[in-house]
């Protein structure tokens, strides 16, 4: 029988030449670790994220370490205040927790790549992202307001700064503040594409910030929308974001395609506590391999077009790829 077909298993008989012709990859250098640092002492564990902790600012010199170590060059802090109030003060006060961290960060390895959060969510007892009047989220008002919170962090030794409050014209507004100030190099990532997701519930338990009423619907994005999106990424392109990020990760990767198609920036996945949690939850039952599901899930996102991926699960992939001699 006289069959002509092309043999595409001839590429996957053999190890080697399976990794040599392998078109996407997942290095340790591609992840940004998020980290919870609060004013307590010690380390205290978020039960609903299995490997997660509180870290206060001894704890994290010594996450710092374990970092270093593992070789993840970089970080993403969040910030717990010790008291809340109406205008999110500890977001922007020189001694806040952030503030605080950067330092803490910074003196024990100079080179750790330190990003942070940039949102009032975590400092107002409304739990909403911007400032609140009569059960409002009012915008402009927010916006002077953020850009403090982006230059107190700078000042404190920041390398980059992620505003993730959904505000528009936040961007700008950032931008214009560290320009004036003299950080024109200092790179703006933007959560320029963040959906009101399910998948935060494990996040809002761990950063202490779920809402006191409604929801974040009125500013994040509606999760049927992609053309929104682009629309999004254009306005903090044109306010001079450097790095475009889509959040959440896994559910979007649809988005990520089409904003890393539209845009010359890099790009950054955010995979969120919902992801990770589900697969902790599932690999604690015995029913998934935790470690091919997570490095599946990565070579996806990368394969989506991120370059960043902020990620629970480095620490992990670090080790994995450490094992396997990667």
């Known amino acids: 029988m006289d069959l002509h077909f092309d043999r595409h298993r001839r590429i996957r008989n053999h190890p080697v030449l399976r990794d040599m012709v392998r078109e996407t990859r997942v290095l340790t250098s591609d992840f940004m670790y998020p980290l919870f640092v609060t004013h307590d002492e010690g380390r205290h564990p978020v039960l609903s994220m299995p490997g997660v902790d509180h870290l206060s600012l001894e704890e994290l010199k010594r996450e710092t370490e374990t970092l ?44 750790m790549f330190v990003a942070t959060d940039v949102c009032l969510c975590q400092y107002n007892p409304a739990g909403h992202c911007g400032v609140v009047h009569d059960d409002q989220i009012l915008n402009d008002e927010s916006l002077e307001l953020l850009a403090k919170t982006a230059l107190s962090h700078v000042q404190a030794g920041a390398d980059l700064v992620a505003p993730s409050d959904m505000m528009d014209g936040r961007v700008a507004a950032i931008r214009t503040k560290l320009d004036k100030e003299g950080f024109v190099q200092t790179p703006i990532m933007s959560y320029a594409v963040k959906y009101a997701s399910a998948f935060y519930g494990p996040f809002r338990e761990a950063a202490h910030s779920t809402p006191a009423f409604g929801d974040r619907r009125t500013y994040q994005m509606d999760p049927a929308n992609v053309r929104e999106a682009m629309r999004e990424a254009r306005s903090d392109v044109a306010e001079g974001a450097d790095i475009l990020m889509v959040k959440p990760a896994l559910a979007y990767m649809d988005v990520m395609r089409a904003v890393k198609e539209s845009f010359d920036l890099p790009l950054a996945a955010y995979n969120v506590s919902g992801e990770y949690a589900m697969v902790k939850a599932a690999a604690q039952q015995g029913w998934i391999d935790e470690q091919a599901v997570v ?32």
């Open 68 to 111: 270093s170590e593992l070789g993840v060059p970089a970080m993403m802090i969040f910030g717990i205040p010790a008291i809340k109030d109406d205008l999110s003060s500890e977001a922007y006060a020189e001694n806040g927790i952030v503030q605080q961290a950067i330092q803490a960060v910074k003196q024990e390895n100079s080179r």
């Open 295 to 326: 490095m599946e899930m990565m070579t996806g996102l990368k394969r989506a077009g991120a370059e960043i991926l902020i990620s629970y699960f480095a620490k992990d992939v670090a080790r994995y790829l450490r094992a396997s001699g990667s």
